[in-house]
Structures are given as structure tokens and as C-alpha cells.
């Protein structure tokens, strides 16, 4: 299978407008002349040293391993890495270890375009405006960059530094004007090649995290095999079958295991000490300050190691370093204490709170991905802002607790983030907040009242199985629920509270109930369609006391395991519903007071309780809960065997 990356113009009008609203992560890898043919000896990597009969062979197995660690462990599309590499091929030699080939992974290659000054040029300008084939980076997106080359100029010269392409230098500014225009809403910088540091100058900025092998007046060196204290350890792998070893760069050797969790020979420790320790608070995630930090403090070179000078630089206006990773350009782990705006791909790896009195804003289009066993608080007093077309993403084990305020845009989705179980989803835990949730998708996430208030419109839930209310006034209309019940509960039997229930589709076959409403004294359920595995509305202890509505009308129940009504200890009318192909019909149960009736003016079944072929019975009715008005109801049953399997009342 080759490497593919293709642009197609059909997508123009549709396609392009679903990308736009989708995060990428893209990444541009740029590594020269491994041979060194063309650059002189003062501006070549590790001075000219160390080269075999190949040249540098590092080269590539590092550049190999950073496409193989963004695509296989960062989440990057192999489309959206553009690698320049060389002369334009992937590297090869006799008996080379198998480990280091695109055929390692089922592919022809991963080289896209040969490191000259035109490709670089032409791979950038194409990301700045999306021409040239070249998908365009917006400010949703993140761009990470990675460069190992030779750089110059030589020793003893100071000001601007230059990257040494196959075809000629780019200089740190020339680099600088083709990035700078670049939309993404942060920017990654790693460098390996000798007076790297010299380009954090040119490319800071308070979205762009930089961090270079060495300074601006240094070389950069291959890996020395010591630590800190002069103990040999294997940072090159060595390959029994082929008897030869695999370098890599000192840099790129310690920030890419520490970022994987293992070295290239897959080894899950740095002599004795895990790589896990490069986490520093312990979210399972590494930041791109917690790499810095790792290749600093066990970068041996710049100490006595083998060779002098090699001292790391990190530039970081921002100070977004500790919220930035490779795989989650945004990643949130601490309290928001003050008003923040986030947008892109946002993870949350551990509890956050937002503090009474501040704002956390997620921005149209973001996607946010609850991950470990992370909940986001809205804290009394405080805000989430949820901007339209935001998908929201966890587990069973994260949720979103909302003791303060929240406010929902429009095509804001909730996903189940895996492949098992479901979302705990959104806990409206506020008494006294009102919550309008107007076309929201729910997919595998529960949703959870405990308001004043809850407004749900033109909505969609799919395999939710459970939405709750414990509390306040609920108006459901224009909804879907899908394998999802709707568990409506007044826990404080408050008589002037009210559940409205109407213009909705419940396709619940696999799930107990549609409705299932608890101790509403005022409730209205009408227009809706209704399916379900047990009964279709099962409504308990409700319509006591003084009332504005207790009604079911209009509804069209059926194919329900057990009851197409089942109404326990309630009072109200049951007006004009089809209520068909149920195990029963209608069940009234412990001392209901229910009237069932149709329009007296009507001119077909339809304008009455319209109540046929149910399996046993088309209503049953227990001692003291006949209904004290009965007419105008069409109950017909066109195999009806009677008494005892089934009877019509």
C-alpha cells in the first residue's frame, strides 16, 4: 500500500465545509543531506565525525521514528505529516533492520518531497493558504515541526544561523517568514541540528513552544551512550540479526522516549529509571515542557560527556509549555482560576475546577476529550461556555459537574470516547439553574437534572440509556431518544412544578421504557411516538392536588413488551392516543382516578383512545381504579380469543 495524500476537488462544497470543522494536528519533518556531499566539514552535524560508509545514518532512523510516533502513538492522520527527506526517498541499505522501514508498517515509503528550498517552501506556503494540493492549516489546527540537518554557519560566528538543505541554506528568518503565517492556534518547534538554538529568535511567539538540541553558537551531537555521571547505557539500538548498531541524536533520543514512555530499542527505563518519571504530575500525559525538562536534565553532552557543549534551549513567551502535548495541543490539569478561552483539541487529564467567579469558554468548532478518570467542575458562582458545533468526549468515569452555570450553543455533541461502556456525561447539579439544551446530539451519555429548570429542544440521544431529572420543570419537545429512557422524578413533591413531554420519538426496543415520570401533580404528554422493550409510559403517583395539566394525548404507543400505559396511584385523562401491538393495552393500578376518552365529534378511530390488537389485554383495570369518565373509545381487537389469554378489558 503506498503513501497517499490527495486533495479531491469534489469535496469543495461539502467536504470542505465537515474539515473545517474538524481539529488537525499536522506535522512537517525536514531532514537534509544524511551524505553531507555538498556542505562543508564547519557546518557539518558532529563537525563531520562519526560517519559511516552511508553517511549519517541517524538521519532517517530518527526522522523514521518521529513519523511512527506521531501517527502510531499522537493520533496524526499519515496524511497530514509531510515529510522531506533527502533526495525524496526513505533510506535503505543492505540487511538494514526491518524495524526502520515503511514496509514495518505495511507502506511503500513515508517520504513525500526531497529536502530542498523549493519543497520546504512550497510545503509551508501550502499550509499558510491550502494551495498546491495541500489541505489549509486554520486557527483550530496545531502544527508541529520537526527539523534534524545540518546548520551553520561554523564556529566563531555570531547573528542569524541557516539550515542546511540539499539544495542550499535557509536562514533562521527565511524559516521564520515561510511559518509565521501559518493560522495554527499553536505552533511546536524541536530542532536537532548543530546552532539550532539560533532560530528561537525568529520563532517565538506566545502560541509557539521552541526547544533546540543546543544554543545558537553550539553543534549538536549524536547520542554518547553515558549519563550524567559518565555510566554506559545503550541509546543506540543494536540489532543482534544484523550485528550493527542504529543511532540516534543525543537531542531526539531522550525527548522521544521520555514523550513514548520507551527508547527506540523499546526499553521502558533510562538506566534504572523509568520513563514514566518524566510525567511530572502524573496524568499519563507528557507536555512538551515535561520533555524539555527530561532531555535537560539527562542531556550528558553539555556536562563532560564525550563531547563538549550541547546545552538545550527552550523558548516559551506563552508559558503554555506545561499545557501543550503532542497529542493534545490542549491539555488542561489544573484549576481554571482565572477567565480562560480555549479552542482545537483540547484534552482534560486530571479534575479541574473552574473557581467561583471565573469563566472557562470552549470555542466553536473545539473538540474537548475527557480523559483518566478527569471530571471538569463548574464551581458555584461559576461559568462554562459552550460555543456551537463543540463535541465533548469521556467514559464512564468522567463526567461534567455543573454546580455553578453552563450555557450550551447549537450542534454542541456528547460523545462516549472508546470502545466499551458509556459517558457519564453532564450533571446539572445547580438547585436553582435553568438549562436550555437546544440542538444537542447525546451519544452514549447520560445526561443528569437536579435544576430549577430543564429545557430540551430539537435534540437527539442515542444509546443514552438513562436521561434524569430529579427536579424543577422539564419541557421535552422535538426530541429523539434512542435506546434512551426518560426518567422524569419531582423528589421534592413540589405541586407547581410541571413535566411536559411532547412532539418526541422514543425507539427504545432494547430499553426497559420510554417515559417513566414519578410524583409530577401537573404533567402533559402529547404528540409523541412511543416504542419501547417494557412499557411505553409508566407514570407513577402523579395529577394530586391542584393542577394546570394532567394529560396523555395524542401519543401513538405501541410494540411495547408489556404496557402501552401503565399508570400506578394517578390521576389525569388519557385523551385520544393509538395504542396498538403492545403486550397490553392500557394498565390502570392501585387506586388510579383516570378519565379515558375520544372527541364525542369524532369521525374516524383516530380522534378517539384508539386501543387495538394488543396481545392480551386492550386495558386492564385493578379494583378501585376504574375510570370515572369512560366513552368515545374505539377498542378493537380482530382476534380476540377472550378470557382468559385475551381479553378485551
Not at 503532542?326 to 480562560?340: G, S, W
Not at 468522567?398 to 453532564?426: A, E, M, P, R, W
Not at 422514543?506 to 402529547?526: K, M, Q
Not at 394529560?551 to 400505559?565: L, P, T, V, Y
Request: with cysteine.
Amino acid at each position: 500500500m503506498s503513501k497517499l495524500k490527495v486533495l479531491f476537488l469534489f469535496l469543495m462544497v461539502y467536504g470542505i465545509s465537515q474539515l473545517a470543522n474538524a481539529q488537525e494536528k499536522y506535522a512537517v519533518l525536514i531532514t537534509g543531506d544524511y551524505a553531507a556531499t555538498n556542505v562543508p566539514i564547519e557546518d557539518q552535524w558532529n563537525q563531520g565525525q562519526g560517519k559511516s560508509i552511508n553517511g549519517f545514518e541517524e538521519f532517517w532512523y530518527d526522522t523514521y521514528l518521529m513519523w511512527e510516533m506521531l501517527v502510531f502513538e499522537k493520533g496524526y492522520s499519515d496524511e497530514n505529516i509531510f515529510v522531506l527527506f533527502a533526495s525524496g526517498t526513505d533510506f535503505t541499505k543492505p540487511n538494514m533492520w526491518s524495524r526502520y522501514t515503511a514496509a514495518e508498517h505495511g507502506l511503500d515509503h513515508i517520504t513525500d518531497f526531497s529536502a530542498t528550498i523549493t519543497n520546504v517552501e512550497n510545503v509551508f506556503t501550502g499550509l499558510t493558504t491550502g494551495s498546491g494540493g495541500f489541505p489549509q492549516v486554520t486557527e483550530d489546527d496545531f502544527l508541529f515541526v520537526w527539523t534534524f540537518d545540518h546548520g551553520g554557519p561554523g564556529p566563531g560566528q555570531t547573528g542569524p544561523v541557516y539550515l542546511c538543505l540539499l539544495d542550499g541554506n535557509m536562514w533562521d528568518y527565511e524559516f521564520a517568514a515561510l511559518t509565521d503565517p501559518i493560522a495554527a492556534h499553536k505552533k511546536v518547534f524541536w530542532m536537532q541540528q548543530c546552532r539550532s538554538g539560533g532560530f528561537y529568535d525568529d520563532l517565538e511567539a506566545i502560541n509557539t513552544v521552541f526547544h533546540s538540541a543546543c544554543q545558537p553558537e553550539e553543534y549538536a551531537r549524536p547520542a554518547d551512550n553515558v549519563d550524567l555521571s559518565g555510566n554506559q547505557v545503550e541509546e543506540w539500538d543494536f540489532y543482534y540479526s544484523g550485528g550493527d548498531y542504529y543511532r540516534h541524536g543525543e537531542f531526539n533520543f531522550h525527548v522521544y522516549s521520555a514523550t513514548i514512555g520507551e527508547s527506540p530499542a523499546f526499553v521502558d527505563n533510562y538506566n534504572g529509571q523509568p520513563y514514566t518519571e518524566a510525567d511530572e504530575n502524573n496524568d499519563n500525559y507528557i507536555s512538551v515542557l515535561e520533555s524539555y525538562n527530561w532531555e535537560d536534565a539527562h542531556e550528558s553532552i553539555d556536562v563532560g560527556g564525550m563531547y563538549p557543549g550541547e546545552d538545550p534551549l527552550l523558548s516559551d513567551l506563552g508559558n503554555i509549555g506545561a499545557n501543550t502535548s503532542l497529542e493534545y495541543p490542549t491539555l488542561l490539569h489544573t484549576d481554571i482560576t482565572v477567565n480562560e478561552t480555549y479552542r482545537g483539541l483540547i484534552g482534560i487529564s486530571k479534575d479541574v475546577h473552574i473557581t467561583s467567579g471565573k469563566q472557562l469558554q470552549l470555542i466553536s468548532n473545539s473538540e474537548v476529550y475527557l480523559l483518566n478518570n478527569a471530571d471538569l467542575i463548574v464551581d458555584a458562582g461559576a461559568t462554562l461556555i459552550i460555543e456551537d458545533n463543540v463535541t465533548i468526549s469521556g467514559n464512564a468515569t468522567n463526567k461534567i459537574i455543573v454546580n455553578g452555570d453552563i450555557q450550551i450553543g447549537q450542534n454542541v455533541t456528547f460523545n462516549k470516547h472508546g470502545s466499551t461502556g458509556y459517558f457519564y456525561g453532564l450533571v446539572l447539579n445547580n438547585s436553582n439553574m435553568q438549562t436550555i439544551i437546544d440542538n444537542v446530539t447525546f451519544n452514549e451519555t447520560q445526561l443528569g437534572n437536579y435544576g430549577s429548570e430543564l429545557d430540551i429542544t430539537n435534540s437527539t440521544f442515542n444509546d443514552c440509556s438513562w436521561v434524569y431529572s430529579f427536579h424543577g420543570d422539564v419541557t421535552i419537545d422535538d426530541c429523539i431518544f434512542t435506546e434512551t429512557t426518560l426518567f422524569l422524578e419531582n423528589q421534592a413533591n413540589d405541586p407547581d412544578l410541571l413535566a411536559w413531554v411532547n412532539n418526541s420519538i422514543f425507539n427504545n426496543t432494547s430499553s426497559l421504557v420510554g417515559i417513566d415520570l414519578w410524583n409530577y401533580d401537573n404533567y402533559w404528554i402529547d404528540n409523541n411516538d412511543i416504542m419501547a422493550s417494557y412499557n411505553g409510559i409508566q407514570i407513577f403517583n402523579s395529577g394530586n392536588g391542584n393542577y394546570i395539566a394532567q394529560q396523555i394525548f395524542n401519543n401513538s404507543i405501541h410494540n411495547c413488551g408489556w404496557a402501552g400505559i401503565l399508570a400506578y396511584g394517578t390521576n389525569g385523562i388519557i385523551e385520544q392516543n393509538h395504542i396498538y401491538d403492545n403486550q397490553t393495552g392500557i394498565k390502570l393500578m392501585n387506586k388510579c382516578n383516570m378519565a379515558l376518552y375520544g372527541d364525542p365529534n369524532a369521525n374516524s378511530f383516530n380522534e378517539t383512545n384508539y386501543i387495538t390488537d394488543n396481545d392480551g389485554y386492550e386495558i386492564y383495570i385493578s379494583k378501585y381504579s376504574f375510570p370515572w369518565y369512560f366513552r368515545y373509545n374505539a377498542i378493537i381487537d380482530e382476534d380476540n380469543l377472550g378470557n382468559p389469554d385475551d381479553p378485551m378489558v
